[in-house]
């Protein structure tokens, strides 16, 4: 399966944007599916993650209340809302996917078998 990430950009603090990752070459209903972001000089971090079901979803307490993460199946995407940004969100922001994960291994980055190509989100204030 092959995912692109798309919907970053540059806004300002207080300012909203929605990520989307489009699968393609398999259909990632019964994926589970996670963000994550790599900001300029720090390592790669859990976002949020949807388990294959969509009923259950899991967040960093950074983005919690602020973040939605939700999954389009007849699209075959997944999406991330990201409301009340701020600079510390400034971030490459990749989607990752994987057949086999299970909830408790959600934010583990190595849980992912296919990673999208990251899209840049810049946050000024």
């Known amino acids: 399966v092959q995912l692109q990430a798309s919907g970053g950009g540059s806004v300002q603090a207080g300012g909203s944007l929605r990520l989307s990752c489009a699968a393609s070459?398999?259909?990632?209903?019964?994926?589970?599916m996670g963000w994550f972001r790599q900001a300029p000089g720090k390592e790669r971090e859990f976002v949020a993650a949807l388990t294959r079901s969509g009923s259950i979803t899991n967040y960093a307490d950074s983005v919690k209340g602020r973040f939605t993460i939700s999954r389009d199946n007849a699209k075959n995407t997944v999406y991330l809302q990201m409301n009340s940004l701020n600079p510390e969100d400034t971030a490459v922001y990749f989607c990752a996917g994987d057949e086999g994960i299970i909830y408790s291994r959600t934010k583990n980055q190595l849980a992912y078998k296919y990673w999208g190509q990251g899209t840049l989100v810049t946050v000024s204030s």
């Open positions: 070459g398999r259909t990632i209903s019964n994926y589970g």
